[in-house]
């Protein structure tokens, strides 16, 4: 029998990821981009791996399962180059401490590493935090860089046999469902497949009927504001941190990595607001740490997230539109090495996991 033909649309750290096991579980597999791969949403992410604050208990299960999923994979694709599983200092302001507190004693009821610290002890998890305040340590959480990683996902999928085509060639303009599913692409070929695996990000409803929250309407709250600052002066922060005004974590470059939770941008905000927001959101960071005397805005970059409208990943086979199977959560980074193994697992026994039952298209029909 010839190997099950699989074409995956979109090489972010989702499709990068379901390209991989696919072609490892020895299926044929066809990986398309319109861009170089990793270019997209998952390049701007903050890239928090965490099961931190998500709900219902199996949504917590799932993106638990998804940060183990990334320590074993470490392991066999060279994780120095982009798992970075630090840890989380999250310092609470007095208001917040007791949402923190009894997040901390739910979260270790659900047998999650997390722990309570005071001032000192925050101090000595992460030196190069100015502010003494009491907060909470999550031992296993991190960050990842999705670049190297995803070139090492497709290099991973090329070795066993998987097709990338990029640019015209890999920009998919149409899905045709049927027994034999059929994408056409930009440059005029169409692929047949046993099974085509739709994972564009924010750009899936272009191709496939899911609901996202609307990205390119003003004032629509997927689109979050990632500023990158430096040169940071050794030593800078190890750790990812959260305060009640500023997430930051190390990024390659000697550069740091800043969100903040009340920036409200939009892709309609003017760039001389989107330079105040930067500015300020710098200034916020030199008040966190040390290491920033001679930090500037080094780049700024307004991305919206693939947000399904009910806050839950969508995963599995589009009800209605035979060979076609959708990939596309907020989630993407914690969740795309438990995914895309599930996935897999879907794909090569024709029998979905239970656990991927809550998140099925069909909840929208
Ligand atoms: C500011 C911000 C912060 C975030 N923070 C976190 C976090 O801390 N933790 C976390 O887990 N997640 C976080 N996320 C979400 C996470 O980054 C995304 O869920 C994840 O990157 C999505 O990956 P993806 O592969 O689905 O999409 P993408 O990375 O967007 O990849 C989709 C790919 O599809 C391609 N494509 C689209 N249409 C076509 C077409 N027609 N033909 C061919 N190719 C096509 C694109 O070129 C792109 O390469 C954050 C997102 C943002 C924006």
New binding site residues.
Partial sequence: MSPRRCVV???????ASVAARLASAGLRVTL????Q??????R?????L?SNDKAPRRYHDLNHAGILAWAELAKDLDGDAWYRPVGHVELASAEGTPELTARVHRLTEWGYPARIVDPAEAARLEPALRIPAPGAFFLKEGYLLTEPLIARLVAHAKSHGAELLTGEP???TRLEPGAVPRVRTAAGTILEADDVVC?????TP??AAVPLVPWRIPRSTAP?L?VRIGPVTPPGPVRLVHTPELALRPHPGGLLHL?APDAAVDLHTPESELDRWADELLRRAQRTVHGLDHARVVDRKV????MPIDGQSIVGRLPGTPGVYVA????????AAHLSRLITEDLTTDTPPACLGPYTPARFT
Avoid: K, Q
């Fill in positions: 649309i979109g090489a972010g750290i989702l499709g398309l981009d319109r861009d791969p990793g270019r997209a949403t998952s701007w992410s903050f890239a928090w965490n890999g920009r998919v994972c564009a990000g924010r750009w272009e191709l979050g990632a969100e991305c919206p997230r693939p596309v959560t907020h989630s993407g980074v914690t969740l």
